[in-house]
């Protein structure tokens, strides 16, 4: 079997990012990769109803599939109209009907985060901290402990300096995940959106209780909180949208 025959026999088996990097191995890939009908079958996996038109799309099917296979890149954002100066934070924590945490936090407190992780954490929460991704962390100072025979729950209001209105972030929302490798014990409610924006919905609100084990067994040491919007939000001018866009009261 020549090569040009084990190619032509293996490239319908491949996904569609596999083929399209086959393309640029060589000129005798290349060709064979960009036969139209391996792009119509991929598209027919993809989209079965668009290969029942009448007549073929304009342009290839190798066409298609490039520019309909993945979501487009996130479009710039306008510079967003909150700042963290403008905003502060209302974080109360309960164990069982007992409050055991309850501060309110300036936004910048927050945009700063952590920036010395404490000693003696685990390295993957120190990596989590540290790494590129974009997190709002609040050190806690003291630090409290919590036992894990216990409901812990919590509830994050957020308020704007200047319009002096409040929004619900998070409603009394119960720590039932508690991931022991990442030290992290982690709660969510649904963020509520002004009604100005009916298309936008099912984002939730994460917080974590960040925690190194503590010398009484089921007991944990509570030394930080973050908050993110990863479903949504993974930069600083993505969230601050994100808090514009709350039903704000």
Not at 25 to 39: C, F, H
Not at 40 to 62: D, E, F, G, N
Not at 150 to 163: A, I, M, N, Y
Not at 194 to 217: C, K, N, Q, T
């Given at each position: ?20 990097s ?11 990769a ?16 668009i ?102 729950s ?13 929004a619900?972030i ?14 992290r ?31 009484s067994?089921?007991v ?13 939000a993974?930069s ?13 009261k």
């Amino acid at each position: 079997m020549s090569c040009e025959e084990v190619l032509k026999a293996v490239f319908p088996l491949l996904e569609g990012t596999d083929l399209a990097s086959c393309m640029v191995v060589s000129k005798q890939w290349r060709e064979i990769a960009q036969d139209d009908y391996l792009w119509k079958c991929l598209c027919a996996k993809r989209w079965p109803s668009i290969c029942k038109r009448p007549s073929p799309p304009t342009v290839t099917y190798y066409k298609v599939f490039r520019t309909f296979h993945k979501r487009q890149q996130r479009r710039t954002l306008l510079p967003p109209r909150l700042s963290f100066n403008d905003l502060e934070f209302y974080i109360d924590i309960w164990t069982e009907e007992r409050l055991i945490f309850s501060e309110v936090v300036p936004g910048s407190v927050l945009q700063n985060g952590i920036k010395i992780p404490p000693p003696g954490i685990c390295d993957m929460l120190r990596y989590h901290l540290e790494g590129p991704e974009y997190n709002m962390t609040l050190p806690v100072e003291p630090r409290f402990t919590v036992p894990l025979s216990q409901t812990v729950s919590v509830s994050v209001l957020v308020g704007r300096k200047d319009s002096n209105k409040i929004a619900c972030i998070i409603n009394k929302s119960i720590f039932d995940y508690i991931d022991r490798t990442a030290y992290r014990a982690l709660a969510f409610d649904y963020l509520d959106f002004s009604p100005v924006y009916p298309f936008v919905s099912g984002i939730r609100a994460w917080i974590s209780l960040l925690f190194m084990d503590h010398r009484s067994e089921g007991v944990i040491d509570v030394f930080g909180i973050e908050m993110d919007f990863c479903d949504a939000a993974n930069s600083e001018e993505e969230v601050l949208w994100l808090f514009d866009m709350l039903d704000w009261k």
